[in-house]
Each structure stands twice: as C-alpha cells, then as structure tokens.
C-alpha cells in the first residue's frame, strides 16, 4: 500500500507484505471506526447492499520518502 502527503506529493509511506481479506457482511469494523473518529454511526454512504471486507496487511517492509 502506498500513501502520498495529499500537501507534499514527493512525501509517500510504503507498506510491503502480505494480506488478508476477510468478510464483514454487517459492516461492523466500518461502524466501529466511525464512532471512534465521528462519534456516530457509519451514514451509509455505501450505496445499497454493500459487500464489506476487512483487509489486513501484516508488513515485511516499510519505506518513507
């Protein structure tokens, strides 16, 4: 996975590793994360019938630029 500094384009984290996906149907780990940030639940934004996954990397490698 890859993130640039949305202000410097040439600041950048690189995750090397490898991933696992597992499914979410109820959307539980989205709902915990907007109440930790937001203080609320998740507003749906999804569309109808989302498929949520959780996907988790377990890092070898790690680079900053």
Do not use: C
Not at 30 to 58: C, M
Request: no cysteine; charged share 15%; proline share 9%.
């Amino acid at each position: 996975m890859v993130i640039f500094d949305a202000a410097n384009p040439y600041e950048s984290a690189q995750v090397q590793g490898t991933a696992s996906i597992q499914d979410d149907p109820a959307g539980t780990l989205i709902d915990e994360l907007s109440h930790k940030y937001t203080g609320g639940p998740y507003p749906g934004f999804a569309g109808p019938n989302p498929q949520w996954v959780i996907a988790r990397i377990t890092a070898d490698k790690i680079t900053t630029s």
